[in-house]
């Protein structure tokens, strides 16, 4: 089991950001949906999985922006779980890099944390006001700076961080995000996520496409981008393990790597999602209601079942993404049939040829994974023909 902890605070919203995130709360009503959260993860551990999750990761929102008296209850918490008898294999919590002081970080390792993923986007002040984000470029090197002192110099396997670029943003270059990489792996991250910058339509930068203040950049520039991203990794010894993700040798997210496996995971906090995976998969969400999440005996949570047949999509969309492809006894297991068999002509038409017993697996090549929506496009419309809405 892994656990997701939502984070639903900012110091300020980003223009490019659609996640369930609220600015300017006080740090008396963070802390009051920080217990919450709190009770909640025990309520569904002892539900759900009792015992010790595999994984826990802090996300948002931004949970280093929290006020002292929200951040401290969120750090007993994550005391409590890596304290609690069994051995967390990874605790991530995602950082801002202005966020970064000496404190912080003794805070988090006496907490248990021992991974951190920093949402670097750019070290360009100039790209970092078109996508709304006030922190400065010195302001980002000087955390980058700390973590890769305090956190790369540790002993191999024990704290690890995880560095998030942008690409696509709107008036880059492919040189310009190259040379952000460059100087991004001079602090040695072991781990590198690049997102493609999808502009969402209620989003800052939405409002501003649809009046033409804005354009989206050309698609084979974005994929040049990309490929000279790839590129520069690949020759620094750096495995493309997934679509936007690179790590050095054993530097994957085993928190990420489990979501790609779609294997059980608890979501807690406002809006969070959870999905179970046993022989009847369900799936719940939270209320993004504040009042209702601290307040209801049951936070909100809405649960829903999965259909067989929407199941193996999500196998197929999530597994696929990643170099080791999806396993295909397991999507059989749900569907009572070999999704190799649902999805022929994609395969022929995509030249892909599923591995062999004992663990068949679909595996995409790095050249289809960068064009996975089309893929996927096919093979679902190829499943939609054969299985009836309710499988």
Same mark, same amino acid.
């Given at each position: 089991?892994?656990?997701?902890?939502?984070?639903?605070?900012?110091?300020?919203?980003?223009?490019?950001?659609?996640?369930?995130?609220?600015?300017?709360?006080?740090?008396?009503?963070?802390?009051?949906?920080?217990?919450?959260?709190?009770?909640?993860?025990?309520?569904?551990?002892?539900?759900?999985?009792?015992?010790?999750?595999?994984?826990?990761?802090?996300?948002?929102?931004?949970?280093?922006?929290?006020?002292?008296?929200?951040?401290?209850?969120?750090?007993?918490?994550?005391?409590?779980?890596?304290?609690?008898?069994?051995?967390?294999?990874?605790?991530?919590?995602?950082?801002?890099?202005?966020?970064?002081?000496?404190?912080?970080?003794?805070?988090?390792?006496?907490?248990?944390?021992?991974?951190?993923?920093?949402?670097?986007?750019?070290?360009?002040?100039?790209?970092?006001?078109?996508? &709304?984000?006030?922190?400065?470029?010195?302001?980002?090197?000087?955390?980058?700076?700390?973590?890769?002192?305090?956190?790369?110099?540790?002993?191999?396997?024990?704290?690890?961080? +995880?560095?998030?670029?942008?690409?696509?943003?709107?008036?880059?270059?492919?040189?310009?995000?190259?040379?952000?990489?460059?100087?991004?792996?001079?602090?040695?991250?072991?781990?590198?996520?690049?997102?493609?910058?999808?502009?969402?339509?209620?989003?800052?930068?939405?409002?501003?496409?649809?009046?033409?203040?804005?354009?989206?950049?050309?698609?084979?520039?974005?994929?040049?981008?990309?490929?000279?991203?790839?590129?520069?990794?690949?020759?620094?010894?750096?495995?493309?393990?997934?679509?936007?993700?690179?790590?050095?040798?054993? &530097?994957?997210?085993?928190?990420?790597?489990?979501?790609?496996?779609?294997?059980?995971?608890?979501?807690?906090?406002?809006?969070?999602?959870?999905?179970?995976?046993?022989?009847?998969?369900?799936?719940?969400?939270?209320?993004?209601?504040?009042?209702?999440?601290?307040?209801?005996?049951?936070?909100?949570?809405?649960?829903?079942?999965?259909?067989?047949?929407?199941?193996?999509?999500?196998?197929?969309?999530?597994?696929?993404?990643?170099?080791?492809?999806? +396993?295909?006894?397991?999507?059989?297991?749900?569907?009572?049939?070999?999704?190799?068999?649902?999805?022929?002509?994609?395969?022929?038409?995509?030249?892909?040829?599923? &591995?062999?017993?004992?663990?068949?697996?679909?595996?995409?090549?790095?050249?289809?994974?960068?064009?996975?929506?089309?893929?996927?496009?096919?093979?679902?419309?190829?499943?939609?023909?054969?299985?009836?809405?309710?499988?």
């Amino acid at each position: 089991m892994h656990l997701y902890i939502h984070i639903p605070f900012c110091r300020y919203r980003c223009d490019y950001c659609d996640f369930f995130t609220r600015t300017c709360v006080s740090g008396t009503r963070q802390k009051e949906v920080l217990r919450a959260i709190a009770a909640q993860a025990g309520e569904l551990l002892q539900r759900f999985s009792p015992g010790t999750p595999e994984t826990v990761y802090v996300g948002g929102g931004t949970p280093s922006a929290l006020a002292p008296e929200a951040r401290d209850v969120l750090l007993a918490l994550l005391g409590t779980l890596t304290g609690s008898g069994g051995a967390v294999r990874e605790v991530t919590v995602e950082l801002n890099p202005e966020d970064v002081t000496e404190s912080l970080l003794d805070s988090l390792e006496a907490s248990g944390v021992n991974r951190l993923s920093l949402g670097v986007q750019s070290l360009r002040d100039e790209t970092l006001a078109r996508i &709304g984000r006030p922190a400065t470029a010195g302001v980002t090197r000087r955390g980058l700076e700390l973590v890769a002192r305090r956190w790369g110099g540790a002993p191999s396997g024990r704290y690890r961080w +995880s560095a998030d670029l942008l690409a696509g943003i709107p008036g880059g270059t492919p040189e310009s995000t190259v040379r952000d990489l460059e100087e991004i792996l001079t602090y040695a991250p072991e781990h590198i996520s690049l997102y493609e910058l999808g502009i969402e339509r209620d989003t800052a930068l939405g409002l501003a496409l649809r009046r033409g203040r804005i354009a989206s950049p050309p698609v084979d520039t974005v994929a040049e981008e990309l490929e000279w991203v790839r590129n520069t990794l690949i020759g620094r010894g750096y495995i493309h393990y997934e679509v936007s993700n690179y790590a050095l040798p054993g &530097g994957r997210s085993v928190h990420n790597l489990g979501y790609w496996r779609m294997a059980p995971h608890l979501g807690i906090g406002p809006g969070a999602v959870g999905t179970l995976t046993g022989e009847e998969p369900i799936r719940y969400t939270n209320t993004r209601d504040f009042s209702l999440y601290c307040t209801a005996g049951d936070r909100g949570l809405r649960e829903e079942g999965i259909a067989p047949r929407d199941f193996v999509k999500e196998l197929l969309m999530m597994g696929l993404r990643t170099e080791e492809g999806v +396993s295909l006894s397991r999507a059989a297991a749900y569907l009572g049939v070999d999704p190799a068999e649902l999805i022929p002509e994609t395969l022929a038409r995509w030249n892909v040829l599923p &591995g062999s017993a004992p663990d068949r697996r679909i595996v995409l090549s790095s050249d289809i994974r960068n064009i996975l929506d089309s893929f996927l496009l096919h093979a679902f419309a190829e499943i939609d023909r054969l299985t009836p809405p309710q499988s």
